[in-house]
């Protein structure tokens, strides 16, 4: 059984709605439809394909959990880098730009209100 992409993140947070406004500000994602959980949430799609589900919670260590775990980042490819900085600076969003000339690419590091590490990964060149 060949892996063959990384499907969706699920990020639990106490600040669904400002997680769902920053997802949709800053990189664009559109809520979608979502099953119906007996639980608060939202799936996020890039496109036709959900990348991101969020889990709201009471607190921020999240329901289920013995200790509060963070993930390190987690990562989006996507083109018109010129584009993607200009929001950044019109919506005051701090980051930080890492070219990796070795790899054809230039990252966007940014961390959503939660405090999640994301970068936006762009093709590098001419």
């Given at each position: 059984m060949p892996i063959h992409k990384l499907d969706h993140v699920n990020i639990r947070t106490h600040q669904l709605v400002t997680l769902i406004g920053w997802y949709q500000r800053v990189l664009g994602l559109r809520v979608g439809?979502?099953?119906?959980f007996?639980?608060?949430?939202?799936?996020?799609?890039?496109?036709?394909?959900?990348?991101?589900?969020?889990?709201?919670?009471?607190?921020?260590?999240g329901a289920g959990s013995e200790s509060e775990l963070k993930l390190e980042h987690f990562a989006f490819s996507a083109t018109d880098l010129d584009a993607f900085e200009n929001t950044l600076r019109e919506l005051g969003e701090p980051h930080q730009r890492a070219e990796l000339a070795s790899f054809?690419?230039?990252?966007?590091?940014?961390?959503?209100?939660?405090?999640n590490h994301l970068h936006v990964?762009?093709?590098?060149?001419?």
């Open positions: 439809a979502r099953p119906n007996p639980f608060p949430g939202a799936w996020l799609f890039a496109g036709d394909t959900v990348v991101v589900h969020l889990i709201g919670v009471e607190s921020p260590s054809g690419l230039v990252q966007i590091n940014l961390w959503d209100p939660d405090g990964d762009f093709p590098s060149g001419p």
